[in-house]
């Protein structure tokens, strides 16, 4: 049976790098991230992105999350994969736990979720997952 993981998280670190490539109004950018989470995932995690900007902004962005701390009281870790993008100026992003990447308690993790950022700024957080 699937549970659900919701809470938030905070930005402690964006290290932009200089566009790798900026061609037609296009760049793509590697991005070190650090953050916090609270809620149902409570821990600290480092990401490594790589970012799509457009004229019009942020348009899109793939990555791999390694988190490390608590899921509802389970103790251990796992990698995340990210993508996200948008359509019609509505961004959308998603998670996927990679597989056979949990450890500790957390061994044998699946599953996905997404993020949301609220109007502020604010990052929040759900991840539907089971643990064997």
């Known amino acids: 049976m699937s549970k659900r993981a919701e809470g938030t998280f905070v930005v402690d670190a964006w ?6 490539d900026e061609r037609d109004g296009v760049t793509f950018t590697r991005v070190h991230v ?14 490594e992105l790589i970012t799509v900007h ?3 902004g942020p348009a899109a962005y793939v990555g791999i999350e390694r988190f490390e701390g608590t899921l509802d009281g389970r103790a251990g ?13 509505t961004p959308w992003l998603t998670w996927k736990i990679v597989e056979a990447s949990g450890t500790g308690a957390l061994t044998g993790i699946r599953g996905e979720g ?18 064997d």
């Open 114 to 131: 997404r993020i949301i950022v609220d109007e502020d700024g604010g990052h929040s957080y759900s991840l539907d997952y089971e643990v």
């Open 54 to 56: 457009t004229g019009a």
């Open 15 to 20: 290290d932009a790098e200089k566009p790798y």
């Open 34 to 47: 650090d953050k916090t989470f609270g809620g149902g995932l409570t821990g600290t995690s480092t990401t």
């Open 77 to 89: 870790g796992f990698v995340l994969q990210h993508n996200a993008g948008g359509e019609n100026g």
